[in-house]
């Protein structure tokens, strides 16, 4: 927790600060949380910053950032400009990964204002002559607080001042602007007021922007039916993920799977001999979260897999879940990691009157807290070690915040280029905390959010509330856990619908595969989010060639999403009105290079939906007189449009959404 | 400036921190710019906190307000409630004035979880005999943080629920309820978490936030045309103030006048003989700011004077302008608190291109700020020394905010009682940090708000945002500087409709007069706001019996004004629809004691307005099914009124407005 920030009385202030300090710097952003907490980006992304800054009395402040690399061993300052009404505005890039700091510095503005003052005198035809002779002290002050080249120039530019007798002469002299721009950089250093808080910025590689998830259960790779997969078997699935375009293979836990209370299929209470087990109960005989399932292979398939899978383009994301099997190792060796029950047992899992006996939960609150938290570091550590830097984090929000800060905090003073997946579905503000707290990306409400403005009001606080400075999305339309009702009862389409939705509203997007291409949609039972025969419990075997699958649409849109990139980002997301409610209308737009998408998504999987959008031309930057191209880069047409009002007709089984680039 | 609160580092976690601290408390409201300022109250009030409160897995908190009086010796701690989503909220009465200091304080709530888990499990049938038995170890280890009547009760119930051999009696007295509530209040203090910044209160007498000025230049008290008036004749008018209800007499300064640039009639140039002066133009041979105006009387006059308002419930409130002529004593005394120009001369005010000669500023900037600041804070003493604690101060905005902060501060160590009302009209954000920084009152832009729109964004701002907390409005139809074009055209209608507003928005405001109950209002030229042959260069005289004065309708506004106490504050300022353009419709309502006005004024002056109000009935507790009364304290009808939507008629000249008591 930071130092309490505590009210101070009048004398205080004035032991710790000059008087004559006049400007004030407020209301300063981005700040998340009074700068308790990092503001995101990733490398080669600006910093816009904004504040208050103003002065009592007529003078104008000069503005500047002041911004440094934790690797850096200066700040660099950076002008701001005035917009209206005392707002400020600057900017700076990050390119290196890590933490930046950055505040800002305001002072009295002496050179500009005794300028801009002389300005409005000779303008009212006023004798300046004492004027002239107050700028030359001026710059001579200037030239005191520095040496060489600058302070000379500021001199001989006083001398003339104050030596030329020509008086139309002298106030050409006197407005000369680059020597005000040479004395603004030198003011009283006494005088300089510096935004009491230094707030941070959080700087990642570009993955945690950008990126396309596959999930993938190694042990039902198999090619044979009922034989269990491994890494092995896992390699020669690769180049079938590569090639729809993902960049992260994300893989359940690969750990010993415990024998006692294991569960059975369709998550049963009782197991069948043969059943396999959940892989996120974790820990047996042969140990626990630093081993490997033996059936998966060995330490070595692992990390020839992981090689395999990067030559591939593609990176390998495990999943951390912090719980164990009653025959975990821990339960053995610190039985104080656990908490006991009035009776001596150790207390498994409960979500009353839920309970979960083949999970024993670890006890944070236990007094050896302090191992605890050090052993799981080393499990994040020994992943480290056999090449991993993704993590897809399981239920973070059941374990201590404070943990988590520490533990990705410790991890990222090493190595800032580990990323950490949130897979926390729970109340939004713990949700958001997580976010704030360190992880580099997190798990939405995506996969209920169905209609028009259920997605806009979810994607307008995601992408246009200070909530972007620290959370970032990553939508899953689907997971093992998740079979949403509408892909449970809108067919091939509703897979189509989601996979654009997922892949266009968010710069980070996964599925739970093969799964999700194959269109699987059958739920354990009615009312159920559980598939039925789920892969959690035991192995597949699936056809990848099966007719219907979505292979080809995913590697189209992914290959979209590579080649445009606007949807590399989330920042400029906005949505468009269409006058069916059945039609959503939202663009992503790049500055540099120009990038202009625009999708519209028909929401109903069983009819065809037309419509007008009405489209914010300023905000697409098209010119409302002009035609423009609007090319769907997903059906391979291009209309030519001009203005706001545009017809769209979308049709679920074979065109269910418009990728349009537009071009003016 | 406070202390930096700067990001932690892992390790620095650890340090400061025990770990097993499970609850996160942010969002915390109010909360001014992250608690570097306090917020308003007055003494009686209640402060409402609300905060985001939550931890990480199943366990509820539990959450309390801390609070503590300056001269306090602890912390008073009062519960908190939960609302939806995390958010809880709770609130505390402030009644000594002075600082108060407010936190939030939460844990995980065992006892509370305990309890609820265990009513689940014994609903879903479970055997609880084992969670009986943690419940009793439970209410042992808060037995075991306290003692005395609390522990013996807790492990006397610990022993029945231990003993009990029939089950259904060991459930009964496990869900004893008070029990629960004795628990919760002894926590393990190690993991309690505190937020991490201590805000505070700063609580001001009621007049803060209540109050009805009148401006009155006692040198235009004489009851001789031409002749200087004083305190003396001044004591002959505070029958008259007071009996139009007010209870704020503010006088212009009050010391000797400058005679070098003196400012002529009308603010010319050149003065004649006679002319009297700006009394703004502080400073003569005979003293500054510890002076008076020799034809105003002696101090022992003033004192008198004060004396007898306080009798008649009138408090007298003095300016502080802060410059002085080129008389002034300081002038010769401390020449290093003024700026030099090049040529040895002091500088005069100035605005490029307007030269104001007869006021030189004080040189903030003078490396001697520290002895300037304690003998302006001398001047301050001086007044209340005679009696005086309200101070308006003439041009805040001009002078630095950290001066004020100290100043405000320094007086208020000793004199909490004393209240500043700041004459700052500015840009916005000036005007509210000097709010924040901790003057009582402040004076707004209602003077040039007179349209709907205008009059119901700005007071929403002031009423409905954070503004409130440290804000207070203090609401002027006119000033001795501002005449403004509403007033100037629309005749005594005008008057009345900008009476009523200011009396009726505001719970504090005030009037220049007798210039405004007479209704004055030809201004110095066409365009200007300055008033002809305003009273600042010269004396007046008027007819206070002249016809067609509001001094009645000011006397029966001011006592609607004391008889409501919805009047009495801002925060509950609530507008509603009304068809017509021409006519604002808005609430205030109080509800202990009970007390709803609807105000309807007819912003035209010139025209009768009609149409249909839509109440808001629930925010004035109204059913919408029953028929209520509607009396008009202005007016004298009472109307019975059903449902939202109602008719009214406005009439300038005589019925410009009506305030409505409403009552079931």
Redesign the interface.
Same mark, same amino acid.
């Given at each position: 927790?930071?130092?309490?920030? %505590? =009210? &101070?009385?009048?004398?205080e202030?004035?032991k !710790? $600060?000059d008087?004559?300090?006049?400007v $004030?710097i407020? *209301?300063v952003q981005p700040e998340v949380?009074?700068? #308790?907490?990092?503001i995101k980006r990733v490398s080669g992304e600006a910093v816009v910053v904004e504040a %208050?800054v =103003?002065s %009592? *009395?007529?003078g104008a402040p000069f503005c500047q950032i002041v911004y440094r690399w934790d690797r850096d061993n200066a700040w660099t300052p950076v002008p701001m400009r005035a917009l209206s009404?005392?707002r400020w505005r600057g900017e700076f890039q990050v390119s290196g990964i890590g /933490?930046y700091?950055y505040t800002i510095e305001a002072w009295l503005d002496e050179p500009g204002n005794w300028r801009s003052?002389l300005l409005?005198?000779i303008?009212?035809g #006023?004798d300046v002559h004492?004027e002239l &002779?107050?700028g030359a #002290?001026l710059m001579e002050q200037a030239a005191g607080r520095t040496h060489g080249e600058d302070a000379e120039r500021l001199r001989e530019w006083a001398r003339a001042l104050r030596q030329e007798r020509d008086q139309e002469r002298r106030k050409e002299i006197a407005l000369r602007e680059n020597m005000m721009s040479i004395a603004q950089r030198y003011p009283d250093q006494r005088l300089i007021v510096r935004y +009491?808080?230094?707030l941070?910025v959080w700087v990642d590689r570009e993955r945690a922007r950008f990126s396309s998830w596959y999930e993938l259960f190694p042990r039902s790779c198999s090619p044979q039916p009922g034989r269990h997969g491994g890494f092995r078997d896992c390699e020669a699935w690769l180049p079938y993920v590569a090639s729809m375009g993902f960049d992260v293979l994300y893989l359940p836990p690969i750990h010993p799977i415990g024998r006692s209370f294991r569960k059975g299929k369709n998550g049963s209470e009782t197991a069948q001999p043969d059943d396999v087990g959940s892989p996120w109960a974790i820990g047996a005989r042969e140990g626990g979260h630093k081993s490997i399932h033996s059936e998966l292979g060995t330490m070595e398939d692992f990390r020839r897999m992981v090689n395999r899978a990067n030559e591939l383009g593609l990176e390998v994301a495990l999943d951390l879940a912090f719980q164990t099997t009653p025959e975990h190792p821990y339960v053995r060796e610190h039985p104080e990691w656990f908490h006991r029950?009035? %009776?001596g047992t150790i207390q498994y899992a +409960?979500?009353?009157?839920k309970k979960y006996q083949d999970i024993y939960p670890l006890e =944070?609150?236990t007094s050896q @807290? &302090?191992d605890l @938290?050090n052993e799981l570091k080393s499990v994040v550590q020994f992943w480290m070690d056999q090449g991993v830097r993704i993590f897809r984090i399981d239920n973070p929000?059941?374990?201590? =915040?404070?943990?988590w !800060? @520490? &533990?990705i905090?410790?991890i990222h003073?090493r190595n800032p280029e580990v990323l950490f997946l949130a897979e926390a579905f729970t109340?939004?503000?713990?949700m958001y /905390?997580l976010a704030k707290l360190g992880f580099s990306q997190s798990y939405t409400y995506f996969a209920w959010r169905n209609t028009k403005p259920e997605l806009t009001d979810y994607f307008r606080e995601l992408t246009g509330t200070s909530v972007r400075e620290y959370f970032r999305p990553n939508l899953w339309p689907n997971t093992p856990d998740i079979l949403t009702a509408f892909l449970q009862t809108g067919g091939r389409p509703a897979f189509m619908i989601r996979l654009v939705l997922a892949a266009t509203l968010g710069a980070n997007y996964g599925i739970y595969g093969p799964a999700f291409e194959l269109c699987e949609n059958t739920p354990r039972e009615l009312g159920s989010e559980e598939y039925l025969n789920s892969e959690k419990y035991e192995l597949k075997h699936r056809d990848l060639e099966a007719p219907g699958s979505l292979r080809n649409l995913i590697a189209h849109i992914n290959h979209i999403r590579r080649d445009n990139v606007a949807l590399h980002s989330d920042r400029t997301l906005h949505f468009h009105d269409a006058d069916n409610p059945e039609l959503i209308c939202y663009s992503k737009t790049s500055a540099d290079p120009p990038n202009v998408l625009l999708n519209v998504v028909n929401l109903d999987p069983f009819h065809t939906q037309a419509g007008f959008v009405s489209l914010d031309l300023d905000v697409l930057g098209i010119d409302p007189s002009r035609t423009f191209q609007a090319q769907d880069l997903l059906g391979g047409a291009t209309y030519f449009w001009r203005g706001s009002r545009n017809f769209v007709e979308l049709i679920p089984e074979s065109k269910p959404a418009h990728i349009l680039r537009l071009r003016i």
């Open positions: 927790m930071p130092a309490v920030q %505590d =009210f &101070l009385s009048p004398s202030i004035l !710790q $600060v008087g004559r300090k006049r $004030v407020e *209301g949380d009074c700068g #308790q907490f990092p %208050d =103003f %009592d *009395g007529h009404n005392d /933490r700091r003052d409005k005198r303008a009212a #006023q004492l &002779l107050a #002290q +009491e808080k230094e941070t029950r009035p %009776d +409960e979500n009353p009157p =944070f609150q @807290w &302090l @938290w929000h059941t374990k201590p =915040f404070l943990f !800060q @520490w &533990l905090g410790e003073e109340r939004p503000h713990l /905390r």
